[in-house]
């Protein structure tokens, strides 16, 4: 059985999904959680096209930009955080101990480092569904995280957009 479970949640799609069954499986196991959700400014959704383009004809454009960008960086944390302290309360309030943490840099090296450092038995972690190009040009959070934890991993598919897409399409058509 699994007495630690370090689950990482990125506010995509799915996360509802795997916070919902990593709390199953705490719950089942009598585990406790640890919610991590990591913030990479050089990641979508958060990265800023202001910083692509450091020399700009009119520097008091950029210094208003960077400006703004800090206020909605700050804001974006603070609302992670908020959301974060919500899910937490709800693993509580279901019986299972439960702590989270917020941190920045690359995600797949933060959830490996947090899993040794706190020990997991487990950690759950969605997966895209990208592949080929797609995962060679962005990267695999999931796919870091197999090849580098300290424990058992579980990896959750969400739901692949054009599959999605493709299946509601197919299903109006054929009404």
Same mark, same amino acid.
């Given at each position: 059985m699994f007495h630690k479970i370090l689950v990482a949640l990125d506010k995509s799609e799915t996360?509802? $999904?795997i916070f919902e069954q990593a709390l199953f499986i705490a719950k089942a196991s009598n585990a406790a959680m640890m919610l991590l959700h990591v913030l990479s400014p050089l990641e979508d959704p958060y990265l800023n096209p202001i910083f692509l383009q450091p020399e700009t004809i009119y520097p008091s454009l950029q210094t208003e930009a960077i400006k703004r960008y800090m206020q909605a960086w700050d804001e974006l944390k603070q609302e992670r955080l908020t959301w974060m302290q919500s899910l937490t309360q709800t693993a509580i309030n279901a019986g299972v101990k439960t702590e989270f943490t917020q941190s920045i840099g690359s995600a797949g090296r933060l959830i490996c480092e947090l899993a040794s450092s706190w020990q997991a038995d487990l950690i759950i972690v969605g997966r895209r569904g990208h592949?080929?190009?797609t995962e060679l040009f962005l990267g695999s959070?999931?796919? $870091?995280v197999l090849h580098?934890?300290?424990c058992s991993v579980m990896t959750m598919q969400g739901l692949i957009p054009s599959i999605a897409t493709n299946t509601a399409t197919t299903e109006l058509a054929s009404t």
């Open positions: 996360s509802e $999904y592949s080929g190009i959070v999931s796919n $870091y580098h934890a300290p």
